[in-house]
């Protein structure tokens, strides 16, 4: 039963410093030609959204979109998926396309769950990431859902900035938790191949925190959230009660997912596949042969299923594990009762989950399976 559907808009106005999603800067054209090829990928699969519970636009930044063409897809969404009996439809956003015209586009189509790439108030360090916002705007934008009644609005925010002290952390913090939001996900600054943050890393100019300033800011987010009345259900995630994302729940809970877009990948029909990550390929599949080729690919269901597990702060039950596999979890695997011994995991009642201290060193628990 397909419950998930992922849109993927591979555009962005500008390319921040520490991403490695698949965006680029495109033409009006190319995105124009996108729009229709994923239109006729939508189509193609009409006859599989009658349990979809979520669907998800992301990127990129599908807000970067010119409105004509956002109306366009949203147009093609409503037409084939009743979007009336969705729990969950969301889309991501930068802080300054949220015009209230734009909030107003997405209350027409019926969007309830907005997602705000905020990463920092700190001016410095939003200029450092190539961020195009100020505060001032996302207080406009999330003033502007507001006046649209959609209120169920979440921020991605960044920690371990470079250079980032204690004290700017803490702003940000009490920024964002005194924001009328619903969800907060939290990441550290991650050091990816082929950004212009691991080239500036590559010619010293920059150096990453410590480990420790990492797992000290860490501490400090959860602390701080979780005293704020923000729910902690994920690694990196946090809601007030009952607006954990239901959408991003179907992937770490390992249930079947399709995504429709360049690059995108699904988890369908038992297999797992992706479609090209290139946006002028992907597009001219479908201008050439009705559609793009899908590349089908393997990962091993137990290890994809215990690290997403694991990512939730609840963990996994060892008897379900048993039973869907045939194992003996704890048998194939001494080493998570030494986990338990060192507390890096615990195990009450059948779930294992992460202690507080476990989720700093996960790497090293995700590294046995
Ligand atoms: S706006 Fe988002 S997707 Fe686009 S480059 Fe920045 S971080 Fe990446």
Not at 247 to 259: A, D, E, P, S, V
Not at 351 to 357: D, H, M, N, S, V
């Amino acid at each position: 039963m397909l419950t998930a559907l992922y849109i993927h808009i591979p555009f962005c106005d500008k390319v921040c410093t520490y991403c490695d999603f698949h965006k680029e800067i495109a033409s009006l054209n190319k995105q124009e030609k996108y729009i229709i090829s994923l239109i006729k990928e939508l189509e193609l699969h009409k006859n599989e959204y009658q349990d979809l519970l979520t669907v998800y636009i992301g990127g990129g930044t599908p807000s970067s979109l010119p409105i004509n063409l956002l109306r366009d897809l949203f147009e093609c969404i409503t037409s084939l998926i009743d979007v009336s009996a969705l729990k969950e439809f969301t889309i991501e956003t930068n802080p300054n396309d949220i015009t209230i015209e734009v909030a107003q586009l997405f209350k027409e189509y019926r969007i309830n769950r907005v997602s705000i790439g905020v990463q920092t108030f700190n001016e410095t360090h939003l200029l450092f990431l190539g961020r195009t916002h100020s505060k001032k705007d996302v207080l406009t934008a999330i003033d502007n859902l507001l006046k649209c009644d959609i209120n169920n609005i979440s921020v991605d925010m960044i920690f371990s900035l470079i250079n980032q002290t204690l004290e700017e952390l803490n702003e940000d913090i009490n920024l964002v938790v005194n924001l009328p939001i619903k969800h907060i996900s939290y990441y550290s600054l991650i050091l990816e191949e082929k950004t212009k943050l691991h080239y500036l890393f590559d010619q010293n100019k920059i150096s990453m925190n410590t480990e420790d300033l990492e797992a000290i800011m860490y501490n400090r987010v959860i602390d701080k959230l979780v005293e704020n009345g923000f729910y902690h259900y994920e690694i990196s995630n946090f809601s007030k009660p009952g607006y954990e994302s239901k959408h991003n729940l179907i992937y770490w809970q390992n249930k079947q997912y399709l995504g429709l877009g360049s690059g995108s990948h699904s988890l369908y029909k038992g297999k797992r596949f992706s479609n090209i990550r290139n946006v002028r390929k992907y597009s001219e599949g479908f201008s050439k042969d009705g559609y793009s080729q899908k590349e089908e690919y393997e990962v091993e269901p137990l290890r994809e299923e215990l690290i997403m597990g694991l990512r939730l702060m609840n963990g996994i039950n060892i008897t379900h594990i048993n039973n869907k596999y045939n194992i003996d979890l704890l048998n194939m695997y001494p080493e998570i009762n030494d986990f338990v011994s060192q507390k890096l995991l615990k195990l009450e009642n059948d779930q294992l989950c992460f202690t507080r201290e476990g989720l700093m060193l996960g790497n090293i628990v995700f590294s046995v399976f």
